[in-house]
Nanobody
């Protein structure tokens, strides 16, 4: 079992920045995918970004492309989501997720493909 713990959420004004962290309790297998999802009140959870092992390929939802950056630090078993130019519509609970395989591109946005989930961290962007 792998436990994921998110941190870094909070309240920020529109145009501001936050960096979320997702710490894994242990190192994943050599091939893995880490993703960030979010869920706004009254809405379904949606894909935000993902990073695949071995080549550091990154992928983003169109709504955050150019504003958010996903990265990871293998030595710390930690993934990050740098969020810049935040908008009120970015307000949501953000979840990190891990799959112990290098997911294909067409599967990155699918919640069911991820084996482990964090508890979520609230991000609120005020206008």
């Amino acid at each position: 079992q792998v436990q994921l713990v998110e941190s870094g959420g909070g309240l920020v004004q529109a145009g501001g920045s936050l960096r979320l962290s997702c710490a894994a309790s242990r190192r994943s297998s050599n091939g893995y995918t880490m993703g960030w999802f979010r869920q706004a009140p009254g809405q379904e959870r949606e894909f935000v970004a993902a990073i695949r092992c071995c080549g550091s390929s990154t992928h983003y939802a169109d709504s955050v492309k150019g504003r958010f950056t996903i990265s990871r630090d293998n030595a710390k078993n930690t993934a990050y989501l740098q969020m810049d130019s935040l908008k009120p519509e970015d307000t949501a609970v953000y979840y990190c997720a891990l799959d112990n395989s290098r997911l294909i591109l067409s599967a990155l946005h699918l919640e069911r493909m991820y084996d482990y989930w964090g508890q979520g961290t609230q991000v609120t962007v005020s206008s």
